[in-house]
């Protein structure tokens, strides 16, 4: 596989175990199509499906678990905390390896145009494949949930869908549909139980306060280790990586006179996130995927067999 | 390929191209078998090839490599500054992925029978694969070179080969074979000209005068950047790594009151070395191979097609 587009759908189930593995099983249906980890969290009744796709497969894959959602989740029975308006509630297609942000938003959309014509669920685009800036924003075109929706939109103009007609599906209500990009969470765990410090070193780090641009933070305790956590969204690696990250942290725990105690990396993280911090601490001046031996190995196996 | 070992055959010819694409084209004719680089040294008039291949395969393409040597290079007529006794002179074995020590000495022995009896060429065995303590140590077995062998092989004892008969190759001389581990050849560059600093650094870390174990070190001028260098080899970067090494050259360089320029790898790292060193700068508290991106999809593919 050369070319990769990630998909991360969020569904509204979380508490049926056998929901969640049909679910996969609609995505694995699709050759090509692999599941790299769920998660399901019961609380919130939702779950989150992370599969890879090359570009060509990708639509089929969404397509198909989004069909399955329709069919497994009914949105007039469904509560939990977490805001939705559907049974597949948000779709977003993430560019991985080889491929622009420009052709995932061409694949969302022809995902958006199935979804809405061969399953009849109305579809609004939201973040880079947003057709309309007030959708940009996902909780914006969310607000007020399954519920509203489905009094609003076939009524109220500024609801009407991007792709589809203005009534929600039954049961299945509407999907949101996006393209993002890769998001690194991250997490620096401070040796102190003092709440204001994390909350403080977030400000200071995150861009929305004139910290790092590409950093979105908030402070929290991690009441069962007596410890604080500043816990982190890198919505752009490539621009500030984990070591920009944790190295704003330690100057802002440095000058409160507080010390690190470790960090953490939520969900997955990418070989070069990895790479690039080592290169950083190491000072390595010849640092290139080039000089990594499984890399070289991997290359000479696709050069004899080309 | 699940299990690899590596081969690092160096030759007595460094000056023509051509030979040395000739021997890789011998190590490509074994199916599986897939070289990483080469290095070709005028001065020394000598050639290092690396190449991997399974356990199943790496006897052959040893032995058609050694062959092909044999065929190109001419002991009788070759001078350089590096001591040599063979067409192939040196062939190390070294344990890569999911293969024991023990296992590529018996590769090594393997390759070292066939290579007596098919291309009668006296061989001997080095390091892990000596048969006798005194030739263990590579320089040992080497001392006088060709010429030295050709007088003695036949008429002094302790010269006897470990496989074959007790005379050289008319041409291509005799063949060392060992196997050692993984090395990683890694430099610490020092912000000043002062090589005594250098060679003080290096006699501190290393392990020789009381430094890490598994650490050698020397001191050097890079007199085109008017800095000076502790060079080390990494014997065992699962016991020492990479950050390990950077980190003691720091502590003796900041109590001498000099500053780290840069590092730098020479030839390959694993990658397992680079996320070790990211591991422990960024106090990772749950770094495994799993929490990286591309081996979660690795592994769904290999899971998917099983």
Redesign the interface.
């Known amino acids: 596989?050369e070319r990769?587009v990630e998909c991360v759908p969020n569904f509204s189930e979380g508490r049926r175990a056998e929901t969640v593995a049909q679910l996969v099983a609609a995505v694995?249906s699709v050759e090509e199509a692999?599941?790299?980890?769920t998660h399901r969290d019961a609380d919130h009744n939702r779950s989150v499906i992370t599969f890879?796709a090359p570009p060509e497969r990708v639509v089929e894959a969404a397509v198909r678990v989004v069909q399955r959602a329709a069919e497994l989740i009914d949105l007039r029975e469904h509560a939990g905390e977490h805001p939705r308006m559907g049974a597949c509630d948000v779709l977003p297609f993430i560019p991985?390896r080889d491929i622009t942000v420009e052709e995932c938003v061409r694949l969302a959309h022809e995902a958006g145009r199935r979804i809405a014509r061969e399953l009849s669920i109305p579809v609004y685009f939201y973040e880079s494949a947003a057709l309309r800036p007030e959708r940009v924003n996902l909780a914006d075109v969310r607000r007020g949930g399954f519920e509203l929706l489905r009094e609003q939109i076939g009524s109220v103009a500024e609801r009407a869908p991007d792709a589809g007609e203005a009534r929600v599906h039954e049961s299945a209500g509407a999907c949101i549909i996006g393209v993002r990009p890769l998001l690194i969470a991250y997490n620096v765990?401070l040796r102190t139980n003092d709440l204001a410090v994390a909350r403080r070193i977030a400000r200071a780090v995150r861009g929305r306060d004139g910290g790092l641009a590409k950093v979105k933070a908030l402070g929290f305790e991690l009441a069962g280790r007596g410890v604080v956590q500043v816990s982190m969204n890198l919505t752009a690696y490539e621009e500030t990586n984990?070591?920009e990250a944790?190295e704003a942290v330690r100057r802002e725990a440095d000058a409160l006179g507080v010390e690190?105690?470790?960090?953490?990396?939520v969900?997955?993280?990418?070989?070069a996130a990895?790479?690039r911090?080592?290169e950083h601490?190491?000072?390595?001046?010849?640092?290139s995927p080039d000089?990594?031996?499984?890399?070289?190995?991997a290359q000479?196996?696709a050069r004899?067999k080309a």
């Open positions: 596989m990769i694995e692999f599941v790299l980890g890879v991985l765990n984990i070591h944790f690190i105690l470790s960090s953490e990396i969900g997955l993280v990418p070989q990895l790479d911090a080592a601490f190491l000072k390595l001046e010849n640092y000089i990594v031996l499984e890399n070289r190995i000479a196996l004899k």
